[in-house]
């Protein structure tokens, strides 16, 4: 974007006769509006401002200039400083409206209309946070349903940068419709549903996501110790480096000209693969030459069994697909499975679908964003006979596009700052009432990994708070749901430290934490039931936002006891309670002073839990929930709210 003045149309093509329309047309020819003011994009036509709050409003003009900001009968007025920058605040408005906003500089005056004055939210963080009403569960009720003008959303882009930048790449103000909720976050929109139920305010929605983003890409470089100079360099190399790779992977695709391909029948035995391409396997298709590609791609291989191994079926490993594939063997499906990209593949080929002699393998793949294609470790892409051991089937794939998707954007969700540097400096001061935040899925690949977030998340809160100078801003977030992440190992939980270390950020002032646990889905990272946790953000806001005294969090792990070879669990906040409604509870492990955890039994006893394990005759230690997939786990409150997962070692 030009560093210069320029004339921001708010969100809408100028009115024909209008100022707007006369400066677009001299930009057009290559004149300038060198007096014109720029306000930032999140003002807009339809634009949600948070009541009774003071509301900065700022943007740049010519030095000097004195611009006047009015609206519901205010005006203030400011001069721009020798950078260009001006900056008023407005005196906190009462919930209502549509009013009109209009920054006058004297000489091209700016007006946004249908400004509604509510409660406006932030919404952070990765692919769950960002995931839309119309792939959740019952989408068509909802988008139905969105029927309310008053809930607006404001979509920021995905964008990157190596500094901070001081505009958006774009976005606008969109109200609920049922011809635009789809789109919507489904979380965020059911949170902002049950908020406007509950204050009878607007309520604006600003999305600000990305799906497989680190902690570190939203948190800015002085707080990760990091040299802003380098973080910058480093942008500028990998759009250079961003350039070479897509011009190769253009060039590649070069080869089928007739994309999107009718890939049906690809499947099949004899397919006609003359023009399909050899790819190194298990990778990434990245890593050969498809760099920036999203999409749908195709793998083919074979392997050769006797006739007796036909009888008996085989198990066909085709390692970690991403994101989701349909397998199928000899042209008869195996297996299917959706949004799974750490997951690895095994599918049970049944006798039906072998033939003695050479078998044919055929992988659809579907890749919607970062990383795709059939990839893992070796040992993780083999054919077993059932009374036989792995064969690797990691040579001699075929790869064949379908269609194509190029960009290189998805990537860049990994690193330091650059999504904060694009998607939240440009935002700030805009007046909030507070952040709800779901993201840790990408910081949760390793114990050690998840370790770390314990200061990284409470280092981020409080950098967004001191940038949008509130100390006591609301920060809501929601821990990890289950999830069959295959990376737990024994007693070791990537997700449960992960978990952990967001539960100690609840050490801060004004936070708040939705358990998820129960609402998971073991063989999906993205669980469909967005509404669920809509929901209980909801039920979290209304007591650290709006200081309501509800019900909104189960049993909190309060301090444990070693007695009778068992051990005595105590509660803070409601008393534990089973979802099944009797007195025994799943979940439960104790360790003695080997550290060694073994399933207990556990049952309710007055307001508290007492587990024991016939392999444990004196315990030490004892966990609930610890594991990457707790699902199974059923400790609740008298609300149903479920209990988040704990442990009392610190092993």
């Keep these: 974007m030009k560093s210069g003045p320029f004339r921001l149309v708010p969100s809408r093509a100028p009115r024909p006769g209008s100022r707007a329309a006369a400066c677009a047309l001299a930009l057009a020819l290559a004149s300038t509006c060198a007096h014109a003011v720029e306000l930032p994009r999140i003002f807009a036509d339809g634009m949600v401002l948070q009541r009774e709050r003071p509301l900065p409003v700022w943007g740049w003009s010519e030095p000097g200039v004195s611009v006047h900001v009015r609206i519901a009968g205010q005006e203030v007025t400011a001069a721009a400083a020798a950078d260009g920058r001006w900056r008023v605040e407005l005196a906190a408005l009462r ?39 119309a792939k959740s569960s019952d989408a068509q009720a909802v988008i139905a349903s969105a029927t309310d003008p008053a809930i607006r959303h404001f979509k920021v882009p995905r964008s990157w940068a190596g500094a901070p930048q001081r505009q958006l790449e774009d976005g606008r103000w969109v109200a609920s419709s049922p011809a635009a909720a789809g789109d919507f976050s489904a979380v965020a929109h059911a949170f902002a549903r049950e ?43 990998l759009r250079e480096a961003d350039a070479r790779a897509l011009a190769q992977t253009r060039r590649n695709l070069a080869r089928w000209p007739a994309l999107p391909a009718d890939d049906a029948g690809w499947q099949a035995p004899d397919a006609d693969t003359s023009d399909w391409v050899e790819i190194a396997t298990p990778a990434l298709w990245e890593g050969a030459g498809w760099n920036g590609l999203d999409g749908v791609a195709w793998y083919r291989a074979t392997f050769t069994l006797d006739a007796d191994e036909t009888q008996a079926g085989v198990v066909l490993g085709v390692g970690r697909i991403d994101d989701s594939d349909v397998t199928w063997v000899n042209g008869h499906q195996v297996g299917a499975t959706s949004m799974q990209y750490a997951l690895p593949r095994r599918y049970a080929v049944p006798a039906s679908a072998l033939r003695a002699g050479v078998n044919h393998v055929a992988v659809r793949v579907e890749d919607f964003g970062g990383g795709g294609g059939l990839h893992g470790e070796p040992g993780e892409v083999f054919v077993q006979p059932q009374r036989g051991a792995p064969r690797a089937l990691d040579g001699g794939w075929r790869f064949r596009v379908a269609q194509a998707r190029v960009a290189l954007v998805d990537d860049k969700n990994q690193h330091p700052a650059l999504l904060y540097n694009a998607m939240i400096h440009p935002l700030q001061p805009y007046a909030l009432r507070g952040v709800i935040w779901y993201q840790g899925e990408s910081n949760a690949n390793t114990v050690a990994q998840a370790r770390r977030y314990r200061a990284q998340f409470p280092a981020l809160i409080g950098q967004w708070r001191r940038q949008w100078d509130a100390p006591a801003l609301p920060f809501l977030w929601v821990q990890l749901a289950s999830f069959s992440s295959g990376a737990d190992r024994g007693d070791e939980s990537p997700w449960a430290v992960l978990r952990e270390s967001q539960s100690a950020a609840l050490a801060l002032p004004a936070t708040a934490q939705v358990v998820a646990i129960d609402i998971g889905d073991a063989r999906d990272i993205h669980p469909r039931d967005k509404r669920s946790v809509g929901h209980r953000l909801a039920l979290a806001a209304r007591p650290v936002a709006y200081g309501e005294a509800v019900a909104w969090r189960g049993p909190a792990f309060a301090g444990v006891s070693f007695a009778d070879h068992a051990a005595t669990v105590t509660f803070a906040g409601e008393a534990p309670a089973a979802r099944s409604g009797g007195r025994e509870l799943r979940g439960f492990a104790v360790a003695g002073r080997d550290r060694v955890f073994h399933p207990a039994q556990a049952w309710i006893h007055g307001e508290t839990v007492v587990a024991r394990s016939p392999d444990v005759p004196e315990p030490v230690a004892v966990r609930y929930a610890w594991r990457d997939e707790a699902g199974h ?15 009392s070692d610190d092993w």
Excluded: K
């Design 95 to 133: 919930a209502g409206g549509p009013h009109r906003l209009v920054v006058d500089d004297g000489r091209d005056p700016v007006a946004f209309d249908d400004v509604l004055v509510g409660d406006v939210w932030l919404a952070s963080g990765q692919s769950n946070m960002e995931w839309p009403i």
């Design 633 to 647: 786990a059923d400790l609740v409150g008298a609300t149903g709210l479920p209990a988040s997962p704990f442990r």
């Design 195 to 237: 908020l406007r139920a509950a204050t009878g305010v607007p309520i604006g929605i600003v999305d600000s996501t990305w799906g497989g983003s680190t902690i570190e890409a939203w948190t800015d470089a002085a707080t990760q110790g990091l040299d802003p100079a380098g973080i910058d360099a480093r942008a500028h190399a």
